[in-house]
């Protein structure tokens, strides 16, 4: 069992594909480049199943302040396949050293079972960006690009 897992759905196969067809979604709608950092919050798993959420922080041009956008997403494994269905939210701006705080809030309203958020810093920069995505399985990401049915 992982760190931020909860114990009983330890067994829980969930979706492996749906983070990374997640983060290649967040990448073609939003760009790298406007990407400050990257909050991944463990997901809830049942059976072949799964939720989860990923808080972005963007930058705004000519701004100090960045803008929070949350991606949603719901995911299952089906006879027909996989199914990953996200969800963009502009959350709305603030400056960037609230967001740990509101990173917390959220911690609190899911519960604590859930786990703490994975922050990754991407600072606008292509390479963080793929190192993240080199961290999942090859074979994953090839099945995730081979897709008929997209991210």
């Not at 049942?46 to 930058?59: H, I, M, P, T």
């Not at 600072?123 to 049915?149: C, I, Q, T």
Request: proline share 8%; with cysteine; net charge negative.
């Amino acid at each position: 069992m992982t760190k931020g897992e909860a114990p009983e759905r330890s067994t829980d196969p969930g979706v492996p594909e749906a983070l990374p067809r997640v983060l290649i979604r967040l990448r073609q709608q939003l760009g790298v480049e406007c990407l400050d950092r990257l909050w991944i919050f463990p997901p809830s798993r049942r059976g072949r199943r799964e939720q989860g959420l990923v808080a972005v922080s963007k930058f705004l041009e000519g701004e100090e302040r960045r803008s929070l956008i949350t991606v949603s997403y719901t995911a299952e494994h089906t006879g027909k396949g996989v199914s990953v269905e996200p969800s963009f939210t502009q959350e709305g701006q603030a400056p960037p050293d609230r967001f740990a705080g509101v990173m917390q809030g959220v911690v609190k309203r899911v519960g604590d079972a859930q786990g703490e958020p994975r922050e990754i810093v991407i600072g606008g920069s292509p390479e963080k960006y793929e190192e993240l995505m080199e961290e999942f399985d090859e074979e994953l990401l090839h099945r995730v690009s081979a897709s008929a049915d997209g991210p």
